[in-house]
C-alpha cells in the first residue's frame, strides 16, 4: 500500500526553542492516522512542515510521493485542511465563504456541499463574523471536506463542536476512509481517535514516543484487577507473576496491577475459591497518561 506521507528525520528548531525532533511517519493510503499529543507537543509544527507553510530544519517531508519544500502547489490541489486556527472572512456569509473556496478549487459538487451544511446543520446565510465557534469550526470542515481531496490534514477538528455534530463528524471521516481516501487527524481527545483511527502515533515534546495500531497501543497499558476470595488472599501467589505489581491486600480481596498478558493471573486465580474476578481494561487515555510517564521511546508496531 503506497504511503501518503511520508517523513525521514524531519527536524524544526526555533533558535533555542524546541519544535519536532527527527519525526520519522509513514501514514498508508485509505487509512485514518491519528496524531496525538498535548498543546504544544509538536502536532501543529509536524502538520505545517508537511504543508511547506514552514520549512524543516533538517529531515524531509513527502506527501503523495512529493517533497513538500520542492512542489507544494501540487500537494496542496489533493488536500483538505482544517487548521488548528483559522479566520475567514467576516463579512461574507457561510455560504458565500464554501463557494469562494470551492471556486478556488475549480468548482465543486453542490448537491455534496449540500449534504454536508445539511448534515452539520449550518444556516448558511449568517456572516461568518456572527457564527460561534463551533459554527465556525463547521464552515472550516465543510471547506475542507467539499471537494473530496484526496487526503484531510485535520488539526484539533473537533474542537468547539458538540457531542451531535461530532457524531457526523465522525461518520464523515469514516466514509472518506471507506472510499479510499486517507486521513491525518491531529488530536489531544483521546476517545475520538479511539472512536475514529486505524493507528496512532503519540509525540511528546516533539519526538514520537509510540507508533502502532490503535488497539496495539491500549494493549501496552496496564489491567486493574481485582480478587475476592472465600478464604485469605493468597498474596504469594501473585504477586511474583511476570507483569504483576502494586499488589494490595485487603481482607480476602486482593487488588494488584497487571501490564501485559492477563493470562497468568486468571490461571493461578483458577487454583483457589474465588467469590469475584473484576479486571478493567484500560482506555486509550489511560494508555496515553501512562506513556507520557516514561521516558520517549520510538516504537512502531504493525
Not at 498508508?28 to 501543529?44: D, M
Not at 511547506?52 to 520542492?70: M, N
Not at 463528524?169 to 486521513?183: I, K, N, Q, S
Not at 489511560?286 to 520510538?298: I, M, R, S
Request: glycine share 8%; proline share 4%.
Amino acid at each position: 500500500m503506497a504511503a501518503i506521507i511520508r517523513t525521514e528525520r524531519l527536524t524544526k528548531s526555533y533558535g533555542a526553542h524546541r519544535g519536532i525532533v527527527d519525526v520519522d511517519l509513514e501514514v498508508a493510503e485509505g487509512e485514518i492516522f491519528g496524531f496525538l499529543g498535548p498543546n504544544g507537543a509538536g502536532k501543529t509544527t509536524t502538520i505545517r512542515t508537511l504543508l511547506d507553510l514552514i520549512r524543516p530544519t533538517s529531515g524531509k517531508a513527502f506527501v503523495f510521493e512529493i517533497e513538500s519544500s520542492v512542489d507544494p502547489v501540487s500537494i496542496h490541489r489533493r488536500i483538505g485542511y482544517v487548521p488548528g486556527e483559522f479566520a475567514l472572512y467576516d463579512r461574507l456569509t457561510g455560504g458565500q465563504t464554501l463557494e469562494y473556496f470551492g471556486n478556488l478549487r475549480g468548482g465543486v459538487d453542490r448537491a455534496y456541499r449540500d449534504s454536508l451544511i445539511e448534515r452539520f446543520d449550518i444556516d448558511p446565510s449568517r456572516r461568518f463574523k456572527e457564527y460561534s465557534k463551533g459554527n465556525k469550526q463547521k464552515i472550516g470542515l465543510v471547506v475542507a471536506l467539499q471537494h473530496r481531496p484526496d487526503l484531510l490534514i485535520l488539526d484539533e477538528p473537533t474542537s468547539g463542536l458538540d457531542p451531535l455534530v461530532q457524531q457526523s463528524f465522525y461518520a464523515l471521516v469514516r466514509e472518506a476512509r471507506d472510499e479510499g481516501r486517507t486521513v491525518f487527524l491531529s488530536s489531544h481527545i483521546l476517545s475520538e481517535v479511539e472512536r475514529t483511527c486505524d493507528r496512532v502515533a503519540i509525540i511528546r515534546e516533539g519526538r514520537l514516543v509510540k507508533v502502532g495500531r490503535t488497539d496495539a497501543l491500549r494493549d501496552l497499558a496496564h489491567h486493574q484487577v481485582e480478587l475476592r476470595f472465600a478464604d485469605g488472599a493468597p498474596v504469594d501467589a501473585f504477586a511474583n507473576l511476570p507483569g504483576v505489581s502494586d499488589v494490595v491486600v485487603e481482607a480476602h480481596t486482593l487488588r494488584l496491577r497487571v501490564t501485559g498478558p492477563i493470562t497468568p493471573v486468571v490461571q493461578v486465580a483458577a487454583r483457589y475459591e474465588l467469590l469475584d474476578f473484576v479486571s478493567r481494561e484500560p482506555s486509550l487515555e489511560e494508555t496515553f497518561l501512562a506513556q507520557y510517564g516514561q521516558e520517549a521511546v520510538d516504537v512502531r508496531a504493525s
